[in-house]
């Protein structure tokens, strides 16, 4: 199946720093890639899709100054996290879906960010 | 009140067992559905998705009821493997962009 990386796997960071999460799309393009956050025992929650050459478009109470979402190409979606504080850490997790609506997401391997 | 929502479990039952899981969605706008699993710190990975005529793949049925805005997901024989969380996953279009909406999760875990 269709393959999306997402780099780094693991990160810990200072409280007050920036980090950059990757999501590639391997072998396809994808025009539209999803970012969650799921913390411990909750479910995926979406933060925002990001449109390839377009503005990302955000769910309700994430902060678009924070989590700055860029997706220069049709195979690279970054994320990143300014100012992280102790209550960012949490499981980022990327997706990409291959064709239409009805067609199975695929998911990056997720980072696990944690500010210290 | 959450867009999809899942009983969260846990279940837990004997290998061998069937077991159902349950999930309800508020958008009648959702177009299409997808049962995935998520093993523990790992990213989820589809198991199935929902046709309006019930599909079934192995041990796995899942049936869906657009009246009702009800998805279910049905697993007989249960292997020691399938414990994992279940989520049940909805997609519909937001202001003609899609979105993937995730439910909480049941957790099962299956005892020898």
């Known amino acids: 199946g269709a393959v999306v990386s997402q780099h780094p796997s693991r990160v810990i960071c200072k409280s007050g720093t920036s980090v950059k999460i990757e999501c590639r799309s391997l072998?396809?393009?994808?025009?539209?890639m999803f970012w969650y956050r799921q913390f411990p025992k909750q479910s995926l929650m979406l933060m925002a899709t990001?449109?390839?050459?377009?503005?990302?478009?955000?769910e309700q109470g994430v902060e678009k100054d924070k989590f700055l979402i860029n997706h220069a190409s049709l195979t690279l979606s970054t994320l990143t996290v300014t100012s992280a504080h102790p209550e960012d850490s949490s499981f980022y997790i990327c997706?990409?879906?291959?064709?239409?609506?009805?067609?199975?997401?695929?998911f990056g391997q997720g980072t696990r960010l944690t500010v210290v | 009140r959450k867009e999809v929502e899942q009983d969260p479990g846990p279940f837990n039952v004997p290998e061998g067992a069937t077991v159902a899981f349950n999930c309800t969605y508020s958008?009648?706008?959702?177009?299409?559905f997808f049962w995935y699993r998520q093993d523990c710190r790992k990213e989820p990975k589809l198991l199935m998705s929902?046709?309006?005529s019930g599909n079934e793949d192995g041990r796995f049925t899942a049936q869906l009821n657009r009246a009702s805005q009800y998805i279910s997901l049905l697993i007989r024989d249960s292997k020691l493997s399938d414990s994992a969380t279940y989520l049940c996953?909805?997609?519909?279009?937001?202001?003609?962009?899609?979105?993937?909406?995730f439910g909480s999760g049941t957790r099962l875990s299956i005892r020898p």
């Open positions: 997706s990409a879906r291959v064709g239409p609506m009805n067609t199975e997401a695929f």
């Open positions: 072998d396809f393009q994808a025009t539209t």
């Open positions: 990001s449109n390839e050459g377009s503005k990302a478009t955000y």
């Open positions: 958008n009648s706008a959702s177009q299409s």
């Open positions: 929902v046709y309006s």
């Open positions: 996953v909805v997609s519909r279009l937001d202001s003609s962009a899609s979105k993937i909406i």
